[in-house]
Every structure is written in structure tokens, then in C-alpha cells.
């Protein structure tokens, strides 16, 4: 089992920053792949950005350029700094893990919003 705990949201206006932070726990050795997903209201969850362990990383169209995802192995934590910030990102954030067996794990969410 894998605990995810979320923290960093907010309120902030248009074109400001906010920085997300995770932390995993339990069997942490067994993530493979950590990840941000967001969820704006009256829509599905959608992939944000994704790092491997190797540091491998993947982000949505909506977030190169502006969003910048960082893992620290040692301390089991994956970040999302999150620059120039629009309405449109206004969501909840779900921090990702994917182990290598066992299945996906999700934190409980946190809330951001942009205000313009």
C-alpha cells in the first residue's frame, strides 16, 4: 500500500504561481511512475504531468512552457511548480503513483484557483 498526501493549493490570480507538493509513504519502493492530474469542475480528471522514477517526464499541452514536475527519490516527494497560472487550471489536483505491482494509488486532492 502507497499513501499519497497532497499539499500547496490555493488561491492566487491570473498569471501567479503556485507550488504543489506530495508525499509518498508505505511501500514507496515499489512506485514506478509519480504524476499531477487535475479536475475542473463539470469535467474528467485529466493527466497534468508525469515523471518516472529514472526521471523520464511527460506533460500536457496545456501545461509545457508554464508547469515544471520534479521528483526527490530520497524523500519520496514529487513537486509541481506551476508559473503564469490561468483560470483554465483552476481545478482540484490529484497527486499519482503507479507501482510496479499493486496497482495506482491517489491522494485526496488539492484545490487550486486562479482567479483572473
Known amino acids: 500500500q502507497v499513501q499519497l498526501v497532497e499539499s500547496g493549493g490555493g488561491l492566487v490570480q491570473a498569471g501567479g504561481s503556485l507550488s504543489l507538493s506530495c508525499v509518498a509513504s508505505?511501500?514507496?519502493?515499489?512506485?514506478?511512475?509519480m504524476a499531477w492530474y487535475r479536475q475542473a469542475p463539470g469535467k474528467q480528471r485529466e493527466l497534468v504531468a508525469a515523471?518516472?522514477?529514472?526521471?523520464?517526464?511527460n506533460y500536457a499541452d496545456s501545461a509545457k512552457g508554464r508547469f515544471t514536475i520534479s521528483r526527490d527519490n530520497g524523500k519520496s516527494t514529487v513537486y509541481l511548480q506551476m508559473n503564469s497560472l490561468k483560470p483554465e487550471d483552476t481545478g482540484a489536483y490529484y497527486c499519482?503513483?503507479?507501482?510496479?505491482?499493486?496497482?495506482?494509488?491517489w491522494g485526496q486532492g488539492t484545490q487550486v484557483t486562479v482567479s483572473s
Open positions: 508505505g511501500n514507496i519502493f515499489s512506485i514506478s511512475v
Open positions: 499519482a503513483a503507479a507501482a510496479v505491482v499493486g496497482g495506482d494509488y
Open positions: 515523471i518516472t522514477r529514472g526521471g523520464s517526464i
